[in-house]
């Protein structure tokens, strides 16, 4: 067996098929079984480092696959082109919602790169890429590990066809500020992005789903922690009910706790989302549920499921309040 020919020390382990022939590899080369052919015009060994990890829980792992897959495209871009929309959320690691395909979670090894380009250039296509054309000034571009990127900001303006508490949470995530508190990481790390910079972005021209956007933009708050968390606080906002603090250190006669999601305190009600948990941190969790009832206050517990019937959801809450404050009714929806 004739041994492969060495790739060219100076391509990386993604690289254009022009750059690969600049560099001396022959066609034939390029159709060997270490390369995979992941777009037109891009090879990448097949044992290069991915990111995506089978074994991660959905969320992340679409995630992850949008990430590679902007890598993979990264080598065919043109200087005025650049990731933007979900794929560009993805590369800000911000949370996107689960894509389906046939009633499963989709598998986005696959998935279209969203590319735009600014000015009269090309609008990117080909099999694999979402092309889109940006007037000049729309969108302000970073660089995120050498690959340009449309700011935080301006990629929260591109995703108003999002569901509104999608669009909320991708807003908390850019605008989270990293503040003290017991166990919290990161403390003093800046956000990246402001609610400020989102109201610009959506102010710099046309926006697909402005009226959404707008809506959110005022429901976007610094200090939540989770999707779910603004999920929650989004449902209990269209049902017309106050709005809760959020991530609040609980202390009783001097000892800590926890930190619940979201919480009344002044009627000491706290709200907590429920995902999927180990057993040794669901045993801690009852614990904590426990010291807190047993400390006075009301502890609602909400889960995927629960989330699903937001009507559900915020009635428990109504009727939690209204235990603490009797005879005031509470309930309206703003759907």
């Avoid at 009832?293 to 428990?316: C, F, S």
């Avoid at 939690?320 to 005879?327: D, V």
Wanted: hydrophobic fraction near 45%; aromatic fraction near 6%; charge should be positive.
């Amino acid at each position: 067996m004739t041994a492969r020919r060495p790739l060219s020390p100076s391509l990386d382990t993604r690289f254009t098929t022009a750059a690969a022939i600049d560099h001396g590899t022959g066609r034939h080369r390029l159709r060997a079984a270490d390369l995979d052919a992941p777009f037109y015009g891009v090879r990448a060994l097949v044992d290069r480092a991915v990111e995506a990890d089978p074994e991660a829980d959905p969320y992340a792992l679409q995630a992850a696959q949008r990430r590679d897959r902007v890598r993979d495209l990264a080598p065919r871009l043109l200087p005025d082109q650049f990731v933007s929309h979900e794929s560009a959320a993805a590369m800000h690691r911000a949370p996107l919602p689960l894509e389906f395909q046939n009633d499963q979670v989709a598998d986005l090894a696959h998935a279209p790169v969203h590319v735009s380009a600014v000015g009269a250039g090309p609008i990117p296509r080909g099999e694999g890429v979402h092309g889109h054309r940006d007037r000049k000034g729309l969108a302000d571009v970073v660089e995120i590990d050498g690959i340009a990127v449309t700011s935080p900001a301006s990629t929260w303006a591109s995703l108003g066809h999002l569901p509104l508490a999608d669009l909320v949470a991708v807003g908390d995530h850019f605008c989270r500020v990293w503040r003290e508190g017991r166990g919290r990481p990161d403390v003093g790390r800046a956000p990246i992005a402001t609610v400020g910079d989102l109201r610009r972005a959506i102010t710099a021209g046309r926006r697909v789903g402005i009226v959404r956007l707008r809506e959110a933009v005022e429901l976007v708050r610094e200090d939540a922690w989770s999707p779910r968390e603004s999920a929650v606080r989004v449902v209990l906002w269209q049902w017309g009910l106050p709005e809760p603090a959020l991530n609040v250190d609980i202390f009783h006669v001097g000892r800590f706790l926890g930190c619940v999601d979201l919480a009344y305190p002044d009627l000491k009600i706290a709200i907590e989302y429920q995902s999927v948990l180990h057993t040794e941190r669901y045993a801690k969790d009852v614990e904590r549920f426990d010291a807190l009832r047993a400390a006075g206050w009301i502890v609602i517990e909400v889960t995927a499921e629960l989330l699903q019937h937001p009507k559900q959801l915020a009635y428990r809450v109504r009727r939690a309040i209204e235990a603490r404050r009797p005879g005031r009714s509470l309930f309206r929806s703003r759907s």
